[in-house]
């Protein structure tokens, strides 16, 4: 009789992507995730299929999730440029409570795997398209509400905004001064007008 599962696999994927997330994907070890995760070796291979299978349903796991997340909180403010500032300042926040300096697990992939990768170099891409879409989607929208002026490049704009988004998590790491943080927001959305 084939043995059940004794795990959540939601809860797996979850601590799965703070080890990554923290420690990266080279350095982190088949031993270090049996560790963390609780369970054995076979279940970790029966499940996910190994340390990059793995990886990968957590990357696309964690993606989903910001994704949604950046969609809500565009879809809770009542304007879009009141939409920019609640996400550049939840980035800000995350900073300031990010007391390991993890950063952004969609910005600490790129860096660590691309080039070499080319499955998450794909889904990197993917990511990119997709939050770049949401940004010009919203920027669209601004326009035609009148918010945004209609002279407005939204392509060019909703690109430049995601490079900020990312940049700004890069630097947090580094330093994450909320003063130098905002300011150099400020300076970015002005370009909304």
């Given at each position: 009789m084939p043995r059940t599962k004794q795990f959540n696999e939601e809860e797996?994927?979850?601590k799965a992507m703070e080890l990554f997330w923290e420690r990266g994907f080279h350095a982190t070890s088949i031993q270090n995730l049996v560790t963390c995760l609780g369970i054995n070796r076979a279940s970790l291979y029966d499940t996910f299929g190994g340390k990059e299978?793995?990886?990968?349903?957590v990357f696309e796991h964690y993606r989903k999730q910001s994704s949604e997340e950046v969609r809500a909180?565009?879809?809770n403010e009542n304007s879009v440029?009141?939409?920019?500032?609640r996400l550049f300042e939840n980035a800000i926040e995350k900073a300031q409570l990010d007391q390991a300096q993890k950063g952004c697990f969609v910005v600490n992939?790129?860096?660590?795997?691309?080039?070499?990768?080319?499955?998450?170099?794909?889904?990197?891409?993917?990511?990119?398209?997709?939050a770049e879409n949401l940004f010009i989607e919203q920027i669209k929208k601004g326009i035609e509400s009148?918010?945004?002026?209609?002279?407005?490049?939204?392509d060019s704009i909703g690109t430049m905004l995601f490079a900020l988004f990312s940049?700004?998590?890069?630097?947090?790491?580094?330093?994450?001064d909320p003063i130098k943080l905002r300011k150099l927001v400020k300076s970015g959305l002005s370009v909304l007008g």
């Open positions: 797996i994927l979850k299978e793995l990886f990968n349903k909180t565009f879809e440029k009141a939409g920019f500032c992939t790129t860096t660590e795997l691309i080039p070499g990768d080319e499955a998450i170099h794909n889904a990197l891409r993917k990511n990119k398209e997709n009148g918010e945004i002026d209609a002279s407005k490049d939204a940049g700004l998590q890069v630097m947090a790491k580094v330093d994450s």
